[in-house]
């Protein structure tokens, strides 16, 4: 087996309770492009929504799995519990700071007194942004100066200097950090910078640019997790197409269990859950959103992979109405 590189983070996917309120939250407010709007593989008669940049490109792609009504959750022992973004420059985050205010949504600044959510501080000594979407799930915005091209969708509101540039990573309270460490370490290829702070380093391939990725394990608080609205599903690391199955066998050979390749139409998937109780998964670089959709009109109207196509009419009908995404386009 030849020498095997994860791509930074691929996508990062959610639960909401709300699909009409989420897609006003990222589509809308933080100016993300509603890439895909499809239904949950496993469960069609719920949304799966993918927001990402103009192409839907690997690195940033946040998705949401919509349980109707359900109950928000609370980030604990085995759960990520903050996504974290990039923007240019200090500039940026003032834009932000002042367009989420604008709309009624409270933020920390780095440098602000107690400024933490689940009892976890600013990532990094530098300047950031945090806050939560309506359900509570947190992010938080830091200014990137690495090497990774900017990942920005168009938006009618938000000015292209300002727009979010694509995931930094991620940060997770892990149930058994131990273990975490040497699966980051050993088997996928993060190298440690001490602190807990884990990075990926990505390397080009064929038909993409190298991506770094960023991980941190922190303390996780004493309550228990709950899973619900507003709580991360899962990481997915992204993977080059021709290095995928070499994966299945570099994790399985560890004893830990992973999902054979699962086709999910838009790119594949191999699934498992690190011994610290977070599910995660690789996913393959392309073939990527535009597969069944003109690249212009991403997201518009519900795409239904091949084998759902046939039951359209019964689906359809049952999802709740959300927002028309063209009011935000350029
Ligand atoms: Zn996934």
Redesign the pocket.
């Known amino acids: 087996m030849s020498e095997l590189t994860l791509n930074g983070v691929h ?1 990062i ?1 959610c639960i909401t309770g709300d699909a009409p309120g989420n897609v006003e939250f990222y589509a809308g407010l933080l100016g993300m492009r509603l890439v895909k709007k499809t239904v949950n593989q496993d469960d069609p008669s719920v949304y799966h929504l993918f927001y990402g940049d103009e192409k839907g490109s690997p690195g940033f792609d946040l ?1 949401f799995f919509e349980y109707p009504g359900s109950r928000e959750g609370r980030a604990g022992a085995g759960m990520i519990h903050r996504i974290l973004w990039r923007v240019g420059s200090s500039e940026s985050l003032d834009y932000w700071a002042d367009r989420l205010a604008a709309a009624g949504v409270e933020t920390m600044r780095s440098a602000d007194e107690g400024a933490e959510f689940y009892g976890v501080g600013p990532t990094g000594d530098g300047d950031t942004l945090m806050f939560q979407d309506p359900e509570g799930l947190t992010h938080e915005i830091l200014v990137y100066d690495g090497p990774d091209a900017p990942l920005v969708a168009a938006h009618a509101e938000v000015p292209a200097e300002h727009a979010i540039q694509g995931f930094h990573g991620a940060r997770a309270f892990s149930g058994n950090p131990e273990v975490t460490r040497q699966v980051l370490g050993l088997v996928l290829g993060f190298e440690d910078e001490g602190d807990d702070r884990w990075h990926l380093s990505g390397q080009a391939g064929e038909g993409f640019e190298a991506r770094n990725g960023f991980y941190f394990l922190d303390e996780p608080p004493a309550e228990r997790a709950i899973p619900g609205a507003g709580t991360v599903h ?1 990481i ?1 690391w992204a993977s080059p197409l021709d290095e995928h199955s070499d994966w299945r066998e570099k994790v399985a050979a560890t004893g830990l269990y992973i999902t054979p390749v699962i086709d999910r139409f838009y790119f594949k ?1 191999l699934y498992f859950r690190e011994p610290g109780g977070i599910l995660f ?1 690789i ?1 393959t670089i392309g073939p990527g959103f535009a597969t069944d959709e003109d690249p212009e009109h991403l997201g518009e109207r519900l795409s239904l992979p091949p084998d759902f196509e046939a039951v359209r009419e019964q689906v359809e009908p049952n999802l709740r109405p959300i927002p028309d995404v063209s009011q935000w386009r350029p």
Do not use: D, G, K, N
């Open positions: 996508h996917s998705t899962h997915a998937a998964e996913a």
